[in-house]
């Protein structure tokens, strides 16, 4: 079976939606660092909708900082790939053209940095996980211990980090007298554009203090909030989408009809008109993204590791059986006092939508995949939210529990017997701290002992290791299910 291109395009099934526009006239407006799946489903279409108005200065470049996997999946198919929207009851494609192409950063930094520093490129977006900003969560630093931001803080002719890539750009802008571009970080971090700033203005100053003075003054680094539930493609779902169209899409991914782009109105030079678009421009992303984070993250993170250690795959199933859904409900009542809902967040309803979403069997969502880089996601989803309770001197039952599973989840085995490897850039340090943890009250004070994830604010609050300890004991003893209880 032949591959989607442009050659196969027009033979797709009528209710295939496609590009619908001249693609061979598309310039190169955007390069994106970290070309994932989310990318993928999330802002590439909203710059294909941009394209799609006839405003066709928003072609993406996609850049992988560390495989060719994506690479070999888009550029033979001429940066096609499909969008498949699934409800839960049919499904929709949609061809996405404004992708087009990749490079594979190491192979060739230069040309990534050429690419970067183009006239015509004015946003660089970027989806490179929480780990990928190499920053120190304790410090908010650069994390210089780190070999690659090392190699980049003494020499930046071949760029190997994202912070690396955007200051060797941006560099490279200023000496030709070219504007910054804008840096828009997609990732599910609070204040993430300050985050990325911090990042590049740190690598800047090892470099040029005049040069990190450029960019604090011209640079612009929109915070955002980003949400639509992306599971990793899987191998059946490329060979089911074949099957569906007649062509095999190796870059397909899969999503939820649900989508949100929040920015902050703050841009260098120009930029679709996201308003139009759909997307939410505002002064104030902050109210936006603790919601998002701390009801849906804190809830998918708190699935994933006390699902998944009671053996579910998959967050439509967990999420299906009563005492988990009380559970989440529960920890939604504690994460929701902790809000300042922005004027049109209606979180009743908001909280209606996230179950709603989370119990669609359509998108196959694996506890597996929520549950990796723990350590880099609970800051956000469950401890921040903690301490406010606390703070308050408000209960933070449900919350420490999604906790406990946390810790129990790196003991690497299922209460089904299922052994599976902990992926978390700090697996190592926290089975080391936990290898000599017997009791469940050690278990809680080796994890707080690392820097990084537990703060010292809640590692000395007895209120906070007090009650994980307690969870921690009773799914270890109980089981997980037993210990969240029948609920009606
Ligand atoms: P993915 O696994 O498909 O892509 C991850 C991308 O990050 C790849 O390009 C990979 O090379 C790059 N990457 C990973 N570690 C890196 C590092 N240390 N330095 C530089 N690049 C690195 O994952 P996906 O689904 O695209 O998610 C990526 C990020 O997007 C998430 O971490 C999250 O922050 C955000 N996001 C994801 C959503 C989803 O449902 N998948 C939804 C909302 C936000
Ligand atoms: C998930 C998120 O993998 C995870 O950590 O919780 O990627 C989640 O799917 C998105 O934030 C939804 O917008």
Redesign the pocket.
Known sequence: MSRLSNATLAGLPDEVERPGYDRAAVRTGVVHL??????RA?QALVFDDALRTGDLRWGVLGV????PG?RDQLNPQDGLYSVVMRDGVDDHTRIIGAVQGVLVAPEDPAAVVAAMASPEVQLVTL??????YRLDPASGGLLTGDPDVAADLADLSTPR??PGFLVAALAERRRRSLPPFTVVS????PHNGARVRAAVLAMAEAHDPTLAAWIGAEGAFPQTM?????P?TTPDDIDAQAARVGARDEGMVKTEPFTQWVIEDHFVGARPDFAALGVQLTPEVAPWEDAKLRLLNGAHSSIAYLGGLAGHAFVHEVVAIPAFRAFVERLWNEAETTLNPPPGLDIPAYRRDLMARFSNPALQHRTRQIAMDGSQKLPQRLLATIAARLDADQSIDALALGVAGWIGWQDGVTETGERFTVDDPMAAPLAAALAEAVTATDRVRAVCSLSGIVSPRLAGDERFTGTVTRHLNGIAIQGVEAWLGPQA
């Open positions: 970290g070309i994932g799946a989310f990318h999330h992988s900082l560390r495989s994506v989806t490179v996980t929480e780990k990928g980090t994202a997609c990732d599910n971090l980003v949400d639509r539930i992306v990793a």
